[in-house]
């Protein structure tokens, strides 16, 4: 653990900004510029090779993404990373419904540019997608891209699709498209299905599907249908439950043409 006014590599602590299972990300500043940044910085105990693999990723594949709403990285050691600082928090934490749908309004747009540059986001969720402290200046941010992949990384190979580079794909369950599971590689349109699910949970509280079980999730984005939210929530039109249903296609190609098509029609079929 650091502590307020401890140096690190070139940075000062000022503040623990959370604690998660592999490192701490503290409020930091340049000790020359003054910038303050998010510094994450790996527990001595988690740097193991494939975590420290997995940081790298996130740092190389976002420093190829410039985008207003991709979180901007500013330097990096083999255990640490230092990024733009989002002190609002996730996108759950803004108390309006029409800034949680703005915000992923701007996601929309940073993803649809990761897929054009050949580039699969992989673990799309509310925790992934920090605010400014003012989100009406500074806007929503896609972070974390330790799970991406670039599509380049896949090949065809005795019928089936492996990686190049034998990185597993790695994904959170309440948010996974049903095709990852039977082996399919990640695609635009499996980023699209956790967009869908990250668009039910921020308008309803709730991702789509519950289960307590990891078998019975995943049973779950494999077999059924999106719930009908409308008839939980009196206030949703209908339209939500058909834009959900086809965001959440269990075929892939059934689903909509971007993640920006997407937003643009949950932002539609949310107000009556």
């Known amino acids: 653990m650091l502590d307020a006014g401890d140096r690190f590599e070139g940075y000062v602590i000022d503040d623990v900004l959370g604690r ?34 997995r940081l790298r990723r996130e740092y190389e594949f976002a420093v190829q993404l410039p985008h207003r709403h991709i979180v901007t990285m500013y330097g990096a050691g083999p255990e640490w990373l230092a990024m733009e600082l989002l002190a609002g928090g996730p996108v759950t934490n803004l108390s309006r419904l029409a800034d949680r749908l703005t915000a992923l309004v ?18 799309v969720k509310p925790t992934n997608i920090l605010t400014g402290a003012d989100f009406a200046t500074s806007g929503a941010a896609l972070t974390d891209f330790g799970a991406a992949h670039a599509v380049s990384e896949f090949i065809q ?15 959170s369950l309440p948010y996974t498209a049903p095709e990852l599971f039977g082996g399919r ?8 299905y956790a967009l869908a699910c990250t668009a039910a949970e921020v308008v309803t509280g709730s991702p789509p599907f519950t289960a307590v079980t990891q ?26 439950d058909s834009v959900l249903a086809r965001g959440m296609a269990k075929d892939p190609d059934a689903r909509y043409g971007s993640c920006a098509a997407l937003m643009s029609a949950v932002v539609t079929g949310t107000v009556r």
């Open 20 to 53: 998660g299972g592999s490192a701490t990300v503290y409020r930091a500043r340049e000790v020359d510029g003054g910038r303050a940044v998010a510094l994450k910085v790996v527990y001595p105990h988690r740097r193991s090779r494939t975590y420290l693999d």
């Open 106 to 123: 701007q996601v929309a747009d940073a993803l649809d540019f990761c897929h054009q540059q050949g580039i699969v986001h992989c673990d």
């Open 157 to 171: 190979s005795e019928g089936r699709t492996v990686s190049r580079r034998h990185v597993p794909v790695e994904a």
């Open 185 to 192: 590689p990640p695609s635009a349109a499996s980023d699209e």
């Open 215 to 240: 078998m019975a999730l995943v049973d779950q984005h494999l077999h059924w249908p999106p719930p009908a939210f409308s008839q939980q929530f009196d206030w949703l039109p209908r339209a939500f």
